[in-house]
């Protein structure tokens, strides 16, 4: 049966019909003025599908144009092909994009922040250019394009502006960001950096030439590439691991890099470690150098370093009080599988499933609030999964319920929502709370309320299944299973969508 999309014109309707790939297909009473992104928007609620790209004879379908300009007629026939959306965020501002050459970018949050003032960010001479990755730092975001290409907007002093490398950003197929800097990494192992000098970004001309890099990592506000022949050489802020002049001899043969706030760790071929940046942040790591040998992956928060040996054991060193001290816990940390972090702490999920926590007490440190006995570790058992905030953590059990503690306002207590935290299958995190995914779809928050831990506001909304969940600093953004986008948390910086809610239609 054909469906009318109401819409005010004159005349009589004409019928188009979109089908996927797989067969299914829909009917749809249209009038030459309608927009194809209300057609397609459409669609995709009566399908049930996403981010449809529409095409008719060969054609793709512009969704800013209306049914006449696009030369759409009575009993056409219109394929739709469900693309993939992706979100990405700065600290206050979210973009999303989807694999269509016709559909620009949409952004929306703080202007000063990656959003900009009419929502979409690819200009004229980057029209007709599919993109196909985004990544940000706090203040700008940075775009890879199908022909390899890059662009950028947002804050033009954190790297906003690329122009004056943009001859340059050429082939390029990664891109990592400091706080207000990006590198660009490309096909022939060339790096490009831009954004402010005090947090890496530069041009490198003042560098020794590098070639055949195969990762780049970033702290806050330097970068240290690592090349085919496993030597690192970094730039940025010198405090903060922008100068690797005191450990260079030792890096040789570096095999994979990690960052804290301020300092980075490297491994090496035989699993050694070699440390350099600010000391409050790991970059020290001279008092436990004799235990450091066999480590197979090192996880950081801000302040330290935590190193997982082959035979299961971990290490640490960094700011005491902040993760870097765990002989607390040390007799514990025995066939350690996987590690998380808020700012302040870690917590280790062993063999057995259970936790081991340590750090600060206040930020997940410690069993201190939520449902958990303060007295007893052995409390957590058969976890599969562990998220954070900046101060407290959330373990998805095996049975599907979630058990959080911390700072309570930074997500820490969840007993208000304690009875629907069931059947979980996911959980997000801002800084300062957590979205939890369940089995039919629907999201279950819970935090700091102005932050995005109450999301009552768009409950019922949130009752259609999600697919995708996003967040800036201080608000959420989820994807449904129809390419409809839903918002919630601090208004300005991302927790409302509503300026760009006609612009969303066109993704």
Same mark, same amino acid.
């Given at each position: 049966a054909s469906r009318r999309i109401p819409h005010a014109t004159v005349g009589p309707h004409a019928m188009l019909r979109i089908s996927l790939v797989s067969g299914r297909s829909? $009917?749809? @009473?249209?009038?030459?003025?309608? %927009?194809?992104?209300?057609?397609?928007? *459409? =669609?995709?609620?009566?399908?049930?599908?996403?981010?449809?790209?529409? %095409?008719?004879?060969?054609?793709?379908?512009?969704?800013?144009?209306?049914?006449?300009?696009?030369?759409?007629?009575?009993g056409d026939?219109?394929?739709?092909?469900?693309?993939?959306?992706?979100?990405?965020?700065?600290?206050?501002?979210?973009?999303?994009?989807?694999? @269509?050459?016709?559909?620009?970018?949409?952004?929306?949050?703080?202007?000063?922040?990656?959003?900009?003032?009419?929502?979409?960010?690819?200009?004229?001479?980057?029209?007709?250019? @599919?993109?196909?990755?985004?990544?940000?730092?706090?203040? $700008? *975001?940075?775009?890879?394009?199908?022909?390899?290409?890059?662009? $950028?907007?947002?804050?033009?002093?954190?790297?906003?502006?690329?122009?004056?490398?943009?001859?340059?950003?050429?082939?390029?197929?990664?891109?990592?960001?400091?706080?207000? =800097?990006?590198?660009?990494?490309?096909?022939?192992? #060339?790096?490009? $950096?831009?954004? %402010? #000098?005090?947090?890496?970004?530069?041009?490198?001309d003042a560098l020794p030439a590098i070639d055949n890099v195969t990762q780049i990592q970033a702290t806050q506000s330097a970068f240290a590439a690592l090349r085919a022949d496993g030597s690192v050489l970094a730039w940025?802020?010198?405090?903060?691991?922008? @100068?690797?002049?005191p450990v260079q001899p030792q890096l040789k043969k570096v095999t994979q890099i990690q960052s804290t706030n301020g300092a980075f760790a490297a491994i090496k071929e035989h699993g050694s470690v070699v440390t350099w940046g600010a000391k409050m942040c790991g970059g020290d790591s001279r008092s436990v150098q004799p235990l450091l040998h066999n480590v197979e992956k090192i996880q950081s928060n801000r302040y330290a370093f935590a190193a997982v040996k082959a035979d299961g054991s971990v290490v640490t060193w960094g700011a005491q009080s902040r993760g870097g001290n765990s002989l607390a816990v040390q007799a514990s940390l025995v066939n350690v599988q996987e590690i998380q972090a808020t700012d302040y702490a870690f917590a280790a999920i062993l063999a057995d499933r259970s936790v081991v926590v340590w750090g600060d007490p206040q930020h997940g440190g410690s069993f201190t609030s939520g449902i958990l006995d303060p007295n007893s570790i052995s409390e957590i058992r058969n976890v599969a999964a562990i998220q954070s905030t900046k101060s407290a953590f959330a373990a998805i059990l095996a049975d599907g319920s979630v058990v959080s503690w911390g700072w309570p306002d930074h997500g820490g207590d969840s007993w208000e929502v304690q009875d629907r935290l069931k059947d979980v299958k996911q959980i997000q995190s801002n800084d300062f709370a957590f979205a939890a995914l369940l089995g039919d779809g629907s999201v279950v928050t819970w935090g700091n309320a102005g932050y995005g831990g109450d999301s009552s506001a768009v409950e019922h909304r949130l009752r259609r299944p999600v697919v995708q969940i996003q967040a800036t600093q201080t608000a959420f953004a989820a994807i449904l299973a129809d390419g409809a986008v839903v918002t919630w948390g601090f208004d300005s910086e991302g927790g409302s969508s509503s300026p760009v809610e006609r612009d969303l239609i066109y993704v």
């Open positions: 829909t $009917a749809v @009473n249209f009038d030459d003025q309608i %927009s194809l992104g209300e057609v397609k928007a *459409f =669609a995709q609620r009566d399908l049930g599908v996403g981010f449809l790209r529409l %095409s008719c004879e060969g054609r793709i379908l512009d969704p800013k144009q209306t049914a006449a300009e696009a030369g759409l007629k009575d026939c219109v394929t739709g092909i469900v693309q993939e959306a992706q979100l990405a965020a700065t600290s206050r501002a979210f973009a999303i994009h989807c694999h @269509n050459p016709a559909v620009n970018v949409v952004t929306w949050g703080d202007a000063h922040y990656g959003a900009d003032d009419h929502s979409t960010v690819l200009s004229d001479q980057r029209s007709g250019r @599919n993109v196909t990755a985004i990544q940000a730092n706090l203040k $700008a *975001f940075s775009a890879i394009l199908d022909d390899g290409t890059a662009v $950028a907007w947002g804050d033009p002093i954190a790297g906003g502006d690329s122009s004056l490398v943009r001859h340059r950003l050429k082939n390029v197929v990664a891109i990592q960001a400091t706080d207000e =800097a990006f590198a660009a990494l490309r096909s022939d192992g #060339q790096v490009v $950096a831009w954004g %402010s #000098q005090m947090h890496g970004g530069l041009s490198l940025g802020d010198d405090a903060c691991g922008g @100068n690797t002049w």
